[in-house]
């Protein structure tokens, strides 16, 4: 499964350096592309390099399928932590979007605790607190306009 | 020389920086109990917090916390046996057997104070190199700066554990992100597709926070960890004092093992991890009871942690003077000098050479700082590594937000941010190096000014001046390094075969 997940990095990388080639000399100036150039060019051989690699480890590995079925099935659990985490993460960005930093906060706060067993008043009294240090830190001590989101009145 | 010294080394005292240095030093040694989590995801969570600081507060700050996390991530190392920072994996080596002999006190006391003393013995070796190298750097071109960026981008990522080819591929998407947005000069718009958040380029707050912050958590979240740690473990008066002593009687082993890290860190590139191993294979390959080495002796402790923190002086002079990072977490320094209005190179030594004594004698002053505080407070310091996943997971992200939307006050910057998370996280599962990405990202834009300067002035073939040839040469073999070091390997694993 490593191997797989590693040539379709190395394709991405092989892809994204060609997309920025290409683009780079349709800029009008010598001085906004020599450097792009330089460096995607260099990005896109050793990408190659990488990905010709890749497919070498793979095909000298040659895992039978009933080593790559158990990889599988070892990296089940880990793809779920990593899908909840991330799906928590873009929750507190969308929070913030609609709620602002100050409300969507205490909420993620509050709600990933409750739902990963800890008590009410641990919870309450965490998510308080963070978000007591956001807005001492941020609003009084930087004197950042903390976003109020798209449904509430600034703060 | 001596007026900048004396204005740099007494700026320390003040009283506004002696309280950010202890901040900073607070913070760090929490953030080194942490296990997993060492200088660099402390750099990434406090530099947005230093943005609008006035820059020698902010660099004082930052540069006390870098300097300090090794000491207290060596805590966890000798007493639950789980390195707090990745330069601390040697300790544990010796350290967590001499607890589990009922001699963690004593591996404390020892590894505390060699740890004080090799961080202060390592920043005063960087002072005096001040001004014999100083001649040199004001002498570098726009040429040979090109060079010497691209030295520091090779270095970064070659000389690093893992794949050379990764770690160039890295450093150059890093210098390709860097050049996102509007060039000044030409007003040229690029890779912006018509969004007015990307004009003035991708930020260095949420870039590091992403790369950093989030991506670390997301890796603790896929090990599965419940919490950070769960083993008992205590700390006693008399047995550290001990281990204090254990220092002096072995005062010529602290002292190579303190200029092993200080050489170490003064190579480009070259992060603590190596200068631990290479003091404790030093340690134990003079001892005399070698084959007591990784069942609890004292030597063990002494070497990996007298280098580790003397490295920190090595790479801070490194990094301010050439302006290329000693170590992978100076590649983030460097980028925090620029967000307060700093240029590390030839700039920093010509317009702010005290600032620059000023952090190193700081560095000085944060280890005796931090040695005081473990050894005070390394009974209640050790609690802190039992701090639940299900906590720290959402406070740390929760603030982690709150700093990407302050540095430009942008929503936007929360998905990129996330984005990074991502890159980041899979960067770390496939090998590919976050600290050379860093470190293209941050100088990109002056890689770029460099090279448009040298073209202009001396043509394309600006590479052929007889400091340039030296630096190319320098390159290539930087570059040929990784190769070499694979070819000696086989070649005496050949020879050592039986015949």
Redesign the interface.
């Known amino acids: 499964m ?1 191997a797989r ?2 040539v379709y ?1 190395a394709i991405c ?1 092989l892809l ?2 060609a997309y ?1 080639i290409a ?2 000399l349709t ?3 010598p ?2 592309r ?3 150039v330089l ?2 060019s ?2 896109f051989v ?2 190659a ?2 990905l010709t ?1 890749e497919l070498r480890t793979k095909h000298s590995l040659q895992p039978g399928a009933e080593v790559e079925a158990k990889e599988a099935v070892a990296a089940q ?2 793809r779920r ?2 899908g ?3 799906g ?3 929750g ?2 969308a929070g ?2 609609v709620l602002g ?1 100050i409300v969507a ?1 205490p909420l ?2 509050f709600s ?2 409750k739902m ?3 008590g009410w008043p641990k919870a309450m009294s ?1 998510a308080a607190i ?2 007591i ?2 807005y001492l ?2 609003k009084l001590g ?6 109020p989101g798209v449904l509430l009145p600034p703060l | 020389m001596l007026d900048a010294f004396l204005q740099g080394g007494l700026a320390v005292f003040q009283p506004a920086f002696l309280f950010m240095m202890l901040v900073g030093v607070v913070l760090g040694t929490v953030i080194g109990i942490l296990p997993g989590i060492g200088a660099i995801f402390a750099l990434s969570v406090m530099i947005p917090f230093v943005y609008r600081m006035p820059p020698e507060l902010g660099m004082g700050f930052l540069v006390a916390m870098v300097s300090v996390t090794a000491t207290s991530g060596a805590i966890t190392s000798i007493l639950l046996g789980i390195p707090g920072t990745g330069i601390n994996v040697a300790t544990v080596m010796d350290g967590f057997p001499m607890t589990k002999k009922g001699e963690g006190s004593r591996a404390l006391g020892a590894c505390v104070a060699s740890s004080m003393f090799g961080g202060l013995v390592g920043a005063l070796l960087a002072i005096p190199m001040i001004p014999l190298v100083v001649p040199l750097v004001m002498a570098l071109g726009t040429g040979e700066m090109v060079l010497i960026i691209a030295l520091g981008l090779v270095c970064m990522a070659t000389v690093l554990e893992g794949s050379a080819v990764k770690g160039l591929i890295s450093g150059l998407m890093g210098v390709i992100l860097a050049l996102i947005g509007t060039n000044s000069l030409t007003g040229t718009s690029r890779f912006t597709f018509g969004n007015i958040f990307l004009y003035d380029g991708l930020g260095l707050v949420p870039v590091v926070l992403g790369l950093w912050g989030v991506a670390s958590l997301l890796e603790m979240m896929a090990k599965g960890q419940t919490a950070i740690s769960k083993v008992a473990a205590k700390a006693e008066i008399s047995g550290m004092l001990r281990g204090i002593r254990d220092v002096f009687r072995h005062k010529w082993l602290w002292l190579r093992s303190t200029v092993i890290g200080y050489v170490i860190g003064v190579i480009p590139g070259v992060g603590g991890a190596e200068a631990t191993y290479m003091a404790y294979g030093h340690a134990k390959q003079t001892s005399k009871h070698p084959e007591e080495f990784g069942t609890g002796t004292v030597e063990g402790v002494i070497a990996p942690e007298s280098a580790n923190n003397s490295m920190e002086g090595g790479a801070l002079l490194t990094t301010m003077v050439f302006g290329i990072p000693g170590s992978p977490h100076m590649a983030l320094l460097i980028g925090a000098f620029f967000m307060v209005g700093l240029i590390p190179g030839p700039p920093m030594v010509r317009e702010h050479l005290p600032l620059t004594f000023t952090l190193l004698v700081g560095v000085a002053v944060a280890n005796v700082m931090a040695g005081i505080l473990c050894l005070t407070t390394s009974r209640q310091l050790v609690k802190v590594a039992f701090v639940p996943l299900n906590l720290l997971f959402p406070m740390m992200l929760a603030i982690m937000f709150a700093a990407a939307f302050a540095a430009k006050v942008s929503i936007f910057n929360l998905l990129v941010v996330t984005l990074f998370g991502v890159i980041g996280f899979l960067m770390g599962k496939f090998g590919y190096s976050r600290p050379a990405l860093m470190l293209g990202f941050v100088l990109g834009r002056l890689f770029e000014e460099y090279l448009n300067q040298a073209i202009e002035i001396h043509g394309p073939l600006f590479f052929l001046s007889p400091t340039s040839l030296v630096l190319t040469g320098i390159i290539v073999l930087a570059v040929t390094f990784p190769y070499w070091k694979g070819f000696s390997r086989r070649l005496r694993s050949g020879e050592a075969r039986p015949t």
């Open positions: 490593r997940g590693g990095f990388l994204l350096t920025v683009t780079s800029f009008r100036y001085r906004d020599v450097l792009l460096a995607g260099v990005a050793l990408s390099v990488q690699r659990p880990e932590r990593i909840s985490a991330l928590w993460t873009a507190l960005v913030v979007y930093l906060i993620f706060l990933y605790m990963h067993g800890v965490l963070t978000t240090i956001v830190a941020f930087l004197k950042v306009a903390l976003y």
